[in-house]
């Protein structure tokens, strides 16, 4: 069994900009009660702020789940950006891709930028997009398993993608060591806190939301998701607004609480060494 009493769910966003208003923190406690949004400084977050959060709540007993990719897929051809020199393990790939950004706020933008149409997609001009649909082991596992197709890091053009997100994230977790554990990258400590990656899809599946339907835009939707027999949650304390970021990051909170003490979610059948060490693993993908 974890240690954790405390849950959290960071929709994140790789923006530009200092401020982002598709950033939205959720947490709770053990016990059923609803998570409540965490108030941002100056009223809309930043992804420094998110960081210094986090790093501020290091040796809290909190699971903190951040929706975006952890790393690039590796194994599917051997390196992260073929014919670049580049890391070939997650943490030294995190400091390369923090050391070439010189966004603000731990962006990443020109990060893909620079390498567009060699390794990210950003439209017509950069040839077929199947030449850039690459996955990491995690994802085509799920997608096998009926999950569903997801997205990949190298496609950084449309609503749906999740490219400079997750660079961005990448530059967060570089900063985040040594503080703070990150799974499955590191074991899960005896103490203190430690960040997953999630899926909200996930959890909007696991509260009886079906394959094309995974967003709540009002209060009865998402009460409706936090009663699930998979989540038990109370219902949540009105929100001044309602949009996708809040909803997703309550609900994906209160999933994160309903899983963390299972055992099959912390050693997935398909996680090897090596995918441990180079890709990392969505948490609630088995």
Same mark, same amino acid.
């Given at each position: 069994?974890?240690?954790?009493?405390?849950?959290?769910?960071?929709?994140?966003? %790789?923006?530009?900009?200092?401020?982002?208003?598709?950033?939205? #923190?959720?947490?709770?406690?053990?016990?059923?009660? !609803?998570?409540?949004?965490?108030?941002?400084? %100056?009223?809309?977050?930043?992804?420094?702020?998110?960081?210094?959060?986090?790093?501020?709540?290091?040796?809290?007993?909190?699971? #903190? %789940?951040?929706?975006?990719?952890?790393?690039?897929?590796?194994?599917?051809? /051997?390196?992260?950006?073929?014919?670049? +020199?580049?890391?070939?393990?997650?943490?030294?790939?995190?400091?390369?891709? =923090?050391?070439?950004?010189?966004?603000?706020?731990?962006?990443?933008?020109?990060?893909?930028?620079?390498?567009?149409?060699?390794?990210?997609?950003?439209?017509?001009? =950069? /040839?077929?997009?199947?030449?850039?649909?690459?996955?990491?082991?995690?994802?085509?596992?799920?997608?096998?398993?009926?999950? %569903?197709?997801?997205?990949?890091?190298? =496609?950084?053009?449309?609503?749906?993608? #999740?490219?400079?997100?997750?660079?961005?994230?990448?530059?967060?977790?570089?900063?985040?060591?040594?503080?703070?554990?990150?799974?499955?990258?590191?074991?899960?400590?005896?103490?203190?806190?430690?960040?997953?990656?999630?899926?909200?899809?996930? !959890?909007?599946?696991?509260? /009886?939301?079906?394959?094309?339907?995974?967003?709540?835009?009002?209060?009865?939707?998402?009460?409706?998701?936090?009663?699930?027999?998979?989540?038990?949650?109370?219902?949540?304390?009105?929100?001044?607004?309602?949009?996708?970021?809040?909803?997703?990051?309550?609900?994906?909170?209160?999933?994160?609480?309903?899983?963390?003490? =299972?055992?099959?979610?912390?050693?997935?059948?398909?996680?090897?060494?090596?995918?441990?060490?180079?890709? /990392?693993?969505?948490?609630? +993908?088995?």
């Amino acid at each position: 069994m974890t240690h954790f009493q405390q849950f959290a769910a960071i929709d994140w966003s %790789g923006a530009r900009g200092k401020r982002h208003r598709g950033i939205a #923190v959720a947490l709770c406690h053990a016990g059923d009660a !609803a998570p409540q949004l965490v108030v941002p400084p %100056g009223g809309i977050w930043s992804r420094s702020a998110v960081l210094a959060w986090v790093q501020d709540h290091a040796n809290a007993p909190l699971l #903190v %789940g951040f929706d975006f990719s952890f790393a690039p897929p590796l194994i599917e051809r /051997g390196a992260y950006l073929p014919g670049e +020199v580049t890391p070939d393990s997650a943490r030294p790939f995190w400091a390369h891709v =923090d050391a070439q950004s010189d966004d603000d706020d731990l962006g990443a933008a020109s990060f893909l930028e620079k390498r567009r149409g060699t390794h990210f997609y950003f439209g017509a001009s =950069d /040839g077929r997009k199947a030449d850039f649909m690459h996955f990491r082991r995690c994802e085509a596992h799920f997608n096998a398993n009926g999950g %569903g197709k997801p997205s990949t890091v190298y =496609d950084a053009i449309g609503a749906a993608q #999740v490219a400079k997100a997750s660079f961005a994230g990448m530059r967060l977790l570089h900063h985040l060591a040594p503080a703070v554990p990150v799974w499955p990258f590191d074991p899960v400590p005896s103490r203190g806190a430690l960040v997953v990656e999630i899926y909200t899809t996930i !959890a909007a599946r696991a509260a /009886g939301m079906r394959k094309g339907i995974s967003k709540m835009r009002g209060p009865a939707a998402l009460d409706a998701a936090l009663a699930h027999p998979a989540i038990t949650s109370q219902p949540h304390l009105p929100l001044d607004r309602y949009n996708d970021h809040a909803t997703d990051a309550i609900l994906s909170a209160a999933w994160l609480r309903s899983r963390a003490h =299972d055992h099959d979610l912390w050693a997935p059948s398909a996680l090897t060494p090596q995918i441990a060490r180079t890709e /990392g693993w969505t948490f609630g +993908v088995v």
